[in-house]
């Protein structure tokens, strides 16, 4: 269970970072680089450098606190960074002294490794030096391996791939049985949908299994992708023979640039093959640039502007993009 989320500080939260770099407990680690206590020296202009170059820069450098979910608290802080160099991305997980022996260094660690790898990058990185125990024993228990170990530092690793490879996903047709473990993925597209269109709205998984059980009672084949027990995505088509539409697409946020979405949009084409075509169909919203970018991955292209229904009660209409594949040249 997953006690902590990630938080992207505001300029008014810089008294927690001070705090930390200012606390010799915490910051004892640092001691070698930062004699006599490890304690960085005017914590509050590296704070302004923070704010300045570390948030939204993502993927070259990400900065976010650990927060704990049942009270708000600040427990630590996470980071990587680029190093062309090396073409790797370095990282960091940092725990406030008095939250330590909860297991957030562990949960922090997985919150960060789930964040690089849907931001795309592909390679994390870390040392620090061989006694450092606790920090060791955390990394190897989320998959990272060593690689070196010399002049008393230890290097460790951990690629995207070691990941997919580590959990696979399996992605399967499902039936009415599959509605409660899926109704919360529909609820949250439909949440993703509304903030596309400007609207904020929670999420309700009740409202999700009443959308999920109309298309299965209508025969629209549903898939879901799960890791383990877990789904983390859900595709609906809807098939207009010889035509195949995409009608929805979501993958969970830590779960994304894992190759989820191909694996699922995969199942889409087969069935379009099945049916004799080389293309689906799918309507986007303009502003959806993550959805975009992963069509144009796929070799699908933006064909025309098309207004796709009628909008809702209170609802801003919108234009819809209608992207198809390449060999639908027009
Ligand atoms: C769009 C979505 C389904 C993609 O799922 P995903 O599991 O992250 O996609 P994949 O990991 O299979 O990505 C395959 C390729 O698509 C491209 N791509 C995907 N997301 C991207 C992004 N945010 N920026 C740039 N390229 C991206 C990349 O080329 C990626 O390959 P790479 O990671 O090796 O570079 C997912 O972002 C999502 O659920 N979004 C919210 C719901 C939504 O908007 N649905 C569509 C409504 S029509």
Redesign the pocket.
Known sequence: MNDLQLYTPKPEDGWFYVKMMSDPATMAYNAPWFPPDGCIPNPEAEWIDLQANWIGQEPKRFYAYLQRNSDGAFVGDVNYHYNPERDWWDMGVLIYAPERGKGYGRQGLRLLIDRAF?D?VKRLHNDFETERDAAYHIHKSVGFREVDRENGIVQLELTREEIMTEHPILVEEIGAAAIPQVAPLVAQ?RV??KALKGIHASPDAEAGAEELKEYLDAGFPVYAARSGDRYC?YLVCRVDAPCVWVE????LPE?????????LFQKAEALASSYGEDTVY????PN????I??LK??GYKVLNLIEIRKTYPGETPTTQIQVANHTFDY
Not at 255 to 263: M, T
């Open positions: 849907s795309g597209f993703t949908l995505g929805s697409i979501y993958v779960f994304r640039r894992k190759g989820v979405g191909a694996a799918n309507y986007v919203h959806n640039d993550r959805m970018a992963f991955s796929r």
